[in-house]
């Protein structure tokens, strides 16, 4: 069937328009049962090659055929779409076979994707509801089987609820020493506005003692001035009695003060009253 024939120097191609209605009919039996025919793809796959090459190399052969001459190539062409039409419709329908498979498994790889990308969407807001993505890869995070991914969500809540409850324990704990620490300046501030209490208190207790002194010593002062002044009056009252200066100063000066001036006479007149006990006393004998 490959062979070419020139005839009373018309165009023959190969294959012949016998051969066509032989392959129309080999061929165009032929289909795929489902996903799962194989034997039918494979062999749409290997008739649809060959009626390819088949026309592929009649065009080849149009083309060299055209080269002689306009008329010829006429001839050449009319010959060559009287059998490329038929091969293309071969082809085009062991094409179509194969494309309801094509673009099936097309709509179901990206069914897959669809579903995959829904699937790890889905599953990295459960992780994210407790913070966490470090576990597995997205590729690992699709791939897993549901057991498997409730596991590891399983996982997450524990230790997302661990750090919590580790992370409230702290706050507990800070709050407790901030309390604590609030309390101690409280009694600080306490003591210390006691100190100050207690300081004024001494403060004003020094102050009062301090005047009550100086009260005292301006008492003593005023008592001795006027204790001053009625000595200085007596004095003066004395010397007017005592005619003779002289004597009062060696008076004064013997008794500097009323008391010995006072102790004095009261000897004297102890004296003076013993002797006139001992003049009696002889008279009586």
Known sequence: MVEIEKINDLVVYSPTE??????RTKYMALSVAGLDDKQGYEACKKARIEVKGYRVMVDKQRKDFKKDALEYGRM????????????????????????VIDKEKQRQAEEAERKSRELFDYRQRELFKYRSMQYVSPEQLVAMDEEDFQALLSKVMDDYFAEQKKQEEENTRLAKLEAERKE??????AQAEENRRLQAKII??????NNELLKKAALQKQK??????AREAREREAVLKIADEKLFAEIKAQFPTVELAWM??????????????????QTVI
């Open 18 to 23: 016998a051969a066509i209605v032989e392959m």
């Open 76 to 99: 050449v062409e009319a010959k060559a779409q009287a059998i490329i039409g038929p091969l293309e419709e071969i082809e085009a329908y062991l094409r179509a076979q194969q494309d």
């Open 184 to 189: 101690h300046e409280a009694k600080i501030s």
């Open 204 to 209: 004003k207790q020094q102050e009062d003692e």
């Open 224 to 229: 001795e001035a006027e204790e001053k002044a």
């Open 264 to 281: 004095e006479i009261a000897r004297l007149r102890k004296s003076s009253m013993a002797g006139m006990d001992a003049n009696k006393y």
